[in-house]
Structure formats: C-alpha cells, structure tokens
C-alpha cells in the first residue's frame, strides 16, 4: 500500500453483523477489533446487544510469512517484528439479535446499505436478509399464540 493509504483513518467498507441473539456477534467483532462494541452501562448489565454497536479493524500483511499466517490486525508481525502492510481498513456495524430489538437491527442494515456504494449487491443481500428476519419472527409469534 502506498504511505498516502496508510494514513487514511476513514474505512472503506461496512460490514455489518446480524443473527440470533447470543451467537457471538459482538464477540466477533471484539476478536478482530480489538475493541467490544456493547458500551452502554444496560448493555452490559443485561449481557446482550441493545443498541448498534461500531468498531474500526484494520485488515494486515506481513510481507515476510507465508499465507494464512500472514494475515493479522496487528501493525507489527508478532513473528519477525517488522512493520505489516494495511489491506482494508473496515467498520463493523453489530446489531442487536433478540426480536424484540428487531427495528434497531434493521436501522443497521440501512447504514450498512446506505455507505456501501460499491458493494451494494452485497448490502442488498444483508437487507433482505434482515427483512426476511422480521416476517420469520413474526410468524414464530403467532404460532405461539396459536
């Protein structure tokens, strides 16, 4: 990358996650970030994700491994100690997954959507994806009260 790439702090790239509550979004996010997206006091008294949650990553090459073991988000190779390579510099959008929180989940396919122009096939996915969520939770409701 040139040294003009390595000093830009703005992300290229969204990437929003959704699921089920308690499948280990905002601990992924937290394994690649470095940073744990919950920071409101109710978010980590309750143990789940009530609002959106963000976290910058910066995807690393060490010019000297080989691959996989190449690949970090680290800015120093923890092997040879040398300077890594930025990649892609990315956002994390988490959203929350328990039902009851499913419009909060569904304003974070709409950032998600809005701020990425040049993957908008894949953000359209992601939407629909969140879209089919609502009618299935829907459906699980009345079933119950059935």
């Keep these: 990358m040139s040294e003009t790439n390595e000093k830009n702090t703005q992300p290229e ?12 979004k905002s601990t992924l996010v937290e394994a690649l970030a470095g940073v744990f997206p919950d920071t409101y006091a109710e978010e980590l008294r309750r143990g789940i994700s009530i609002y959106l949650g963000y976290a910058n990553a910066e995807f690393r090459k060490c010019p000297t491994c080989d691959e996989p073991q190449c690949y970090t988000t680290l800015r120093t190779c923890p092997t040879h100690n040398e300077p890594t390579e930025l990649l892609r510099h990315v956002s994390f959008v988490d959203a929350p997954g328990h039902e009851r929180l499913m419009a909060t989940m569904l304003t974070g396919a709409a950032i998600a959507w809005t701020f990425n122009k040049n993957f908008s096939l894949l953000s359209i996915l992601w939407l629909v994806i969140a879209i089919i969520g609502v009618f299935l939770v829907e459906i699980a409701k009345k079933k119950r009260s059935i």
């Design 13 to 24: 790239v969204n990437i929003g996650l959704i699921g089920h509550v308690d499948h280990g």
